[in-house]
């Protein structure tokens, strides 16, 4: 039987979060508005999101919020020196 309060991982606000991360993973368009939600809730000033293929050093891309393109590009190129 499930517990009835599971605490904060279980509120609806957290549920929908952990929906629209799924969801940005399939969708790559929908980062920066669930980057967002994600520094929202976490109260935070920035908030980042970096990818990159070690092995090619190709794709290299930083999502972050809020939007400042210059710190992306910055981060991105920075991140593909990084072993």
Do not use: C, K, Y
Request: proline share 6%; glycine share 4%; hydrophobic share 45%.
């Amino acid at each position: 039987m499930a517990r009835s309060n599971a605490g904060p991982a279980d509120t609806p606000v957290t549920a929908s979060l952990v929906r629209d991360i799924h969801a940005a993973a399939v969708n790559t368009a929908q980062w920066p508005a669930v980057l967002e939600r994600v520094r929202v809730q976490l109260d935070a000033r920035v908030v980042t999101l970096g990818r990159h293929e070690f092995v090619t050093g190709s794709d290299s891309s930083v999502v972050a919020s809020p939007v400042d393109q210059a710190f992306s590009s910055g981060m991105a190129e920075f991140s593909a020196r990084n072993p």
